[in-house]
């Protein structure tokens, strides 16, 4: 690689109070190069990306940008030095049209000049041109498409000609033809000498795009090299997929006959513009497993909100024959459709004891006891921590101490989202074990959202592949080991 | 430029300036000294809208800044004689260190915390005005010993062309490149900062600017009343008034904030005959619009072009 | 002498002090709502209590008891007319909604001060006394009402520590203003909760705003000023801390009797202000508060 370095990040480190995010990290980007640094959620990726930009400041380590030390420097420095970033979310300014958004990019950081160079407004449209959106110049972002806006964003990270651009999920809620118009754009940064670093949870997605990978786990770095290097090396696929994948030797039920217990029929949800959910459809029925397997971004949380009413959506919801927009959100838990949600929801500052009891208030006296006890027996580590602060606890226990707390309200339903999130392989065998004990002492209904394909699988009778906002795949178990399992990642 | 050249509101502005120019041919003097305090409460206004419009801060203590310039401007003359317009200068620079003063604390603080260094900021100035009640008059207040002018035309006709400069020059900035990076400090600092912006400097300047307009406009409704007390310049309920006319008219429109001041004191006056519950009918149509048309009567009209 | 003098009037005026404020803070924790109202519902419940009290004929135990029902009513107008509607409006962008909620509250509570006055002038009312007479404390002599009003401030407080901390629907409270959507997840309508805290801010700001008119009276001019010293003790306590808010409010509370009898009345709100400055540069979220 001759290509000179334009951005070299040696061992970065970042502390957040006793949390460490970034830990030694080292990389390049060189010119002309599209490097693509993955991760999971809480892999350290985007803050990463964060502490390139200034908008955090390091804990230790260095970033050069050229010759230049740019570690302390603030991010509107590092940005006149030539760095441009396209955020995750759109950041338009809702009052200005698109034109005016694209000129912002291009003045001066001054107090005095009260009127841009005349040269801005026409530097401005060739930019807006370069990016697609010429018809669209002289709108305002809220009557704007969603891919329109993120290429206002692209627009505005270029327009003063940067050589390093740094790209924060570049694929996020586009269509496939949308995808293919940003790769193009993306790959004409490259082509004209920039160093380019994208920042995505999935390596398939952006395995066409990038030079090279450089892999993230729990803020260190795992693999580095080729896509295909990356995707092949054997801790990323333990981290992404767990490790070797057995089926359960459970098979789906004739059960199938059987109405299911809860149906959804053709979902969609969108966030403002996003798409997070197009037209999804499953079913679950009654004492079944379902597993929804999908890497982070696909789109689980956004169905198991949509199911527990905490986000709207188009489409139909059916629960137990009752039709869940009706309900309120409070209502559909009381119903027994019950979330154990990927941020555990705990009141951290009540005890482990209280926490439960609330999960409990809807239960009879006598009942709440029972249901006490029997989920202390299951989670042995919460009786011994039951009147510690739910803050106090490990990452694991707290996990086993939200689950307990949905299934104080004896649910009909338990939907769990990534309950694996964050945890040691040890924590995951005892998760593993108390599912399973679940399974067999009563007839509750699971759906498990999980990335963590080796983790959810061999409890599951059915599968569901969540890709995109869309279900690409259905079937058993073991047909989803044998069709699935290598070609996954 | 060419398109403010040819867009028919500038027209129409102009219009309304002649038209309000002509005003003292026809009304007599208590109806323009309404006008003329209504102009000085239309800057007032207008610079409190340049903060919280444009660079996004909320300062629920305007008249903290007012009050600087113009006790100062007040205390000066009292004191030491110097002309009116030195007087005027001084209440600025105190009322800018006053500003300088409040954006320290907004750089570092965020939601009601700030809001709350701004009440508390009034609060203290009320208060040191009791105490050093020797200089200040106290709660009573204090005269000064020049006035502009005795003539209620010329006083408005002070008012007026105070009012139409400052609103040029606020309008202008608003519409600037300046006005635009504003909008983004406001808006968004971390964007504004990946795009290149120092949002510091800018904010500490917003707040500078809006100190300046708020302390010379309270400097020169001194010398247009001839009196400053506690109760005209610096009570929270002045701020309350300030506020709530800006968010009337149109937040992030300045002219609208303008327009609002004007609306609130002439609607007061109209309704003078209630007695006290003036003020509370007034209150309650700005808490409807507040309910209804939450961008304000000027901000309805102007801001159709950005909705769907 | 003085400084026993000191020690009783403080206590009874903190004590009230620390009623209305922990009702502010309550709002806030729960409902995330900084209600600068507070005063004018406070004040109308002085004055509505002084009015059964008084013209209506009903004594001073029933006549309180209205007041305290006024308050609650008050309470509940403020939350349908003013706070609901602002936080349910589509036109109102997320991140102002604070702001208007502030905005929007501060009318309303001019509008009450100013309706207040008009009715009722802006002469302060006074309740007659609960318990007539003085008795002596160590020499002393207190006038019975004072000590009566620290006790039911006492007892009020004691009760809804029980509530907060006893009962289910109190630990759902204290659940919301921890986790909202938790409290949702776990089949909780925050609807009802809100509905209930609101009625709860009621009958806290309508004790202490009808016992502040038997100690010292209250006039529809004092609501800016009883919305402020709440606001000011509440950020010192720590938003949405109760039991930060009852210590800051005996801080405040005793700073300001100190200064009234040693150094000056008329300077008795500055040592508070000043704490307060300094409390908001050096420790933001207050003295109990969580960050």
Redesign the interface.
């Known amino acids: 690689m001759n290509a000179p370095v334009r951005l070299r990040v040696e061992n970065l480190t970042k502390r957040y109070g006793g949390l460490i995010a970034v830990k030694n990290v080292s990389l390049e980007l060189r010119a002309g190069e599209i490097l693509g640094l993955i991760g999971p959620n809480g892999s350290g990726k985007s803050t990463v990306m964060k502490l390139m930009m200034g908008i955090e400041p390091v804990s230790g380590g260095t970033i050069k940008l050229g010759d230049a030390d740019v570690t302390q420097w603030p991010s509107h420095r590092v940005a006149r030095a030539g760095v441009g970033i396209v955020f995750q979310h759109s950041r338009p300014l809702h009052r200005q049209t698109v034109l005016e958004n694209i000129k912002l990019a291009l003045l001066p950081d001054s107090l005095i000049r009260l009127f841009a160079d005349r040269d801005v407004d026409t530097r401005a449209r060739a930019i807006a041109d370069r990016v697609g959106l010429s018809a669209v110049v002289n709108r305002h972002p809220s009557t704007l498409p969603f891919a329109d806006l993120r290429r206002m964003e692209m627009a505005k990270a270029i327009a003063r000609d940067p050589q390093v651009v740094l790209v924060d999920e570049p694929f996020a809620g586009l269509t496939l033809s949308e995808v293919a118009a940003f790769s193009d754009l993306i790959r004409g940064f490259r082509d004209e000498g920039r160093a380019v670093l994208l920042v995505d949870h999935n390596v398939k997605s952006v395995a066409a795009l990038v030079d090279r990978v450089f892999a993230m786990y729990l803020g260190e770095r795992i693999a580095e090299g080729t896509a295909d290097e990356v995707m092949q090396d054997a801790t990323v696929r333990r981290v992404y997929l767990g490790g070797e994948i057995a089926a359960s030797h459970k098979r789906a039920e004739a059960g199938a006959h059987k109405p299911p217990l809860l149906k959804v029929e053709d979902v969609s949800v969108f966030y403002g513009k996003a798409q997070a959910l197009d037209t999804v459809s499953l079913n679950v029925g009654q004492g079944e497993f379902v597993s929804i397997v999908g890497l982070n971004g696909a789109g689980k949380t956004t169905l198991f909100n949509a199911m527990s009413g905490l986000v709207p959506y188009s489409g139909k919801i059916d629960f137990g024959g009752q039709d869940l927009s009706r309900l309120t959100a409070g209502g559909i838990a009381r119903h027994g459709l019950v979330q154990c949600p990927e941020g555990r929801e705990l009141f951290g500052d009540l005890s482990v004891e209280e926490n439960l009891d609330l999960g409990g208030q809807h239960l009879t006296a006598v009942r709440r006891r029972e249901q006490l006890s029997w989920l202390l027996e299951m989670f042995p580590i919460l009786r011994e921590r039951r009147t510690q602060a739910a803050r106090t606890l490990s990452g694991g226990e707290q996990q086993m101490l939200a689950i307990a707390r949905a299934l104080m309200m004896d649910p009909k339903l338990l939907i769990l989202d990534e309950p694996t999130l964050g945890l040691a392989p040890v924590i995951l065998e005892q998760l593993g074990r108390a599912l399973e004990k679940l399974r067999e002492t009563s007839p509750i209904t699971v759906v498990l959202g999980e990335q963590n394909v080796t983790f959810a699988l061999p409890h599951a009778d059915r599968v569901y592949v969540l890709e995109h906002a869309r279900i690409v795949w259905e079937g058993d178990s073991q047909r989803f080991a044998r069709e699935m399992g290598t070609g996954y990642l | 430029m060419k398109s403010l050249l040819r867009s028919p509101a500038l027209y129409i502005a102009i219009a309304v300036v002649i038209v309000a120019a002509l005003l003292p041919l026809w009304l007599d003097g208590y109806i323009l000294g309404i006008l003329t305090v209504a102009y000085y409460f239309g800057v007032f206004s207008m610079a409190w809208d340049l903060l919280f419009g444009f660079a996004g801060e909320v300062n629920f203590g305007p008249t903290f800044l007012i009050g600087l310039g113009a006790y100062t401007a007040a205390i000066l003359d009292n004191q030491f004689g110097p002309p009116i317009f030195v007087c005027v200068l001084a209440g600025a620079a105190v009322a800018v260190l006053g500003g300088l003063v409040l954006a320290v604390p907004a750089l570092r603080l965020s939601g009601p915390y700030f809001g709350l260094v701004t009440l508390v900021a009034v609060l203290l100035l009320q208060n040191a005005i009791v105490i050093f009640a020797h200089w200040t008059g106290g709660e009573i207040g204090m005269t000064v010993p020049d006035v502009l002018s005795i003539d209620a035309g010329e006083n408005y006709w002070y008012a007026l062309g105070f009012l139409v400069m400052c609103a040029i020059l606020l309008f202008g900035l608003s519409r600037s490149a300046v006005g635009l990076i504003l909008q983004a400090s406001g808006q968004d600092r971390i964007e504004a900062q990946a795009l290149g912006f120092n949002v510091t400097k800018h904010k500490i300047a917003a707040f500078c600017i809006s100190a300046l307009f708020s302390g010379v406009a309270g400097a020169m409704l001194i010398f247009y009343m001839g009196t400053a007390s506690v109760d005209t310049v610096i009570d929270i309920s002045i701020g309350v008034q300030v506020i709530i006319a800006a968010v009337l008219g149109g937040r992030r429109t300045i002219l609208g904030a303008a327009l609002g001041s004007i609306f609130l004191i002439l609607a007061t006056e109209f309704l003078r005959p209630l007695g006290q519950l003036n003020t509370f009918v007034v209150s309650a149509v700005a808490l409807a619009v507040i309910l209804f048309f939450p961008d304000g009567l000027l901000g309805y009209v102007l801001r159709a072009g950005e909705r769907e | 002498m003085v400084y026993l003098q000191i020690l009783i009037d403080g206590f009874a005026i903190s004590s009230l002090y620390a009623l209305g404020a922990m009702g502010f803070t309550l709002i806030f924790g729960v409902s995330g709502v900084?209600n600068l109202s507070h005063g004018g519902i406070m004040a109308i419940a002085a004055v509505i209590g002084w009015l059964a009290a008084g013209d209506l004929g009903l004594g001073v135990y029933l006549g309180t008891l209205v007041g305290v029902v006024a308050g609650l009513i008050a309470s509940y107008v403020t939350y349908f007319i003013?706070i609901l509607?602002?936080q349910r409006?589509k036109?109102?962008p997320r991140d102002e909604t604070?702001?208007?909620i502030?905005?929007?509250t501060?009318?309303?509570g001019?509008?009450i001060q100013?309706?207040l006055?008009?009715l009722f002038t802006d002469n302060p009312v006074t309740m007659r006394p609960l318990i007539d007479g003085v008795t002596y404390i160590a020499g002393v002599r207190t006038p019975k009402n004072e000590i009566m009003i620290a006790v039911i401030c006492w007892i009020v407080i004691g009760l809804l520590w029980l509530l907060v901390n006893k009962t289910?629907a109190g630990?759902?409270l204290?659940?919301a203003s921890?986790?909202p959507?938790?409290?949702?997840?776990?089949?909780?309508?925050?609807?009802r909760i809100y509905f209930f805290v609101w009625g709860i801010y009621g009958v806290l700001a309508g004790v202490a705003g009808v016992l502040l008119a038997s100690f010292l009276g209250v006039s529809s001019a004092s609501a800016?000023q009883l919305t402020?010293s709440a606001?000011?003790i509440v950020?010192l306590g720590g938003?949405g801390s109760v039991s930060g808010s009852l210590v800051a409010a005996y801080v405040v509370g005793y700073l300001e009797t100190i200064t009234a009898y040693l150094i000056a009345p008329?300077?008795r709100?500055?040592p508070a202000?000043?704490l307060?400055?300094l409390v908001?540069?050096v420790r933001?979220q207050g003295i109990l508060g969580?960050r």
């Open positions: 900084l003013v509607p602002i409006s036109a109102i604070e702001i208007f502030l905005t929007g501060l009318l309303w001019i509008m100013v309706g006055a008009y289910p630990k759902r204290l659940a921890i986790n959507r938790g409290l949702t997840l776990l089949g909780f309508d925050l609807s800016g402020a606001f000011s950020v938003l008329t300077l709100p500055i202000l000043l307060l400055v908001i540069y933001p969580r």
